[in-house]
T-cell receptor, first 114, second 107 residues
Framework: EAQVTQNPRYLITVTGKKLTVTCSQN?????MSWYRQDPGLGLRQIYY???????DKGDVPEGYKVSRKEKRNFPLILESPSPNQTSLYFC?????????????FGPGTRLTVL | GIQVEQSPPDLILQEGANSTLRCNFS?????LQWFHQNPWGQLINLFY???GTKQNGRLSATTVATERYSLLYISSSQTTDSGVYFC?????????FGAGTTVTVRA
């Protein structure tokens, strides 16, 4: 089944404890990205990647890191989480970077930082 | 960036009713998608529709790119249609989302 998977789906952590949210897609998509969703602010892009080893900042990159060492994986890293990073996070992927294709979203990760 | 406005913000329907949701955007776009966010928070792809009309069961969508708007039609609504409907447009490499329309379908 073609899909985008994220892990964990739910996470409660404490301020300053490094964490990684994994994202994987099995559709051989070139483009991947991360969004966060907050009440009243909607969905905003954090980082995106147009291909392996190519990443760039979105609208709200502060406090986050990403890497794209393999085409299928695009982990989101919070080196020192803070309470303002409590949010619902989505990973997304689409076919190509030069054409505008339908984007597919993972199931979301609910993160709470105490 | 591209501004996306959705209307109405909230919609309450009786089961079986029809409704229209609207999405206006401020600039030309290369991609437009409609999503349904269910009560568990998952974003479900409804339509990829940068232009034209598509139908999928009781749902259909129309995008008039030259006039910068898209419409989502829900016919014979069911309680499972409840949730938030998002319109998202893509000008460059990211999707810009509207604030959503919260739909509540009552039995």
């Amino acid at each position: 089944e073609a899909q985008v998977t994220q892990n964990p789906r739910y996470l409660i952590t404490v301020t300053g404890k490094k964490l990684t949210v994994t994202c994987s897609q099995n559709m051989n998509h070139e483009y991947m990205s991360w969004y966060r969703q907050d009440p009243g602010l909607g969905l905003r892009q954090i980082y995106y990647s147009m291909n392996v080893e190519v990443t760039d900042k979105g609208d709200v990159p502060e406090g986050y890191k990403v890497s794209r060492k393999e085409k299928r994986n695009f982990p989101l890293i919070l080196e020192s989480p803070s309470p303002n990073q409590t949010s619902l996070y989505f990973c997304a992927s689409s076919l190509g970077r030069r054409t505008y294709n339908e984007q597919f979203f993972g199931p979301g990760t609910r993160l709470t930082v105490l | 960036g591209i501004q996306v406005e959705q209307s109405p913000p909230d919609l309450i329907l009786q089961e079986g009713a029809n409704s229209t949701l609207r999405c206006n955007f401020s600039d030309s776009v290369n991609n437009l998608q409609w999503f349904h966010q269910n009560p568990w928070g998952q974003l479900i792809n409804l339509f990829y529709i940068p232009s034209g009309t598509k139908q999928n069961g009781r749902l259909s969508a129309t995008t008039v790119a030259t006039e910068r708007y898209s419409l989502l039609y829900i016919s014979s609504s069911q309680t499972t249609d409840s949730g938030v409907y998002f319109c998202a447009v893509q000008g460059d490499y990211k999707l810009s989302f509207g604030a959503g329309t919260t739909v509540t379908v009552r039995a």
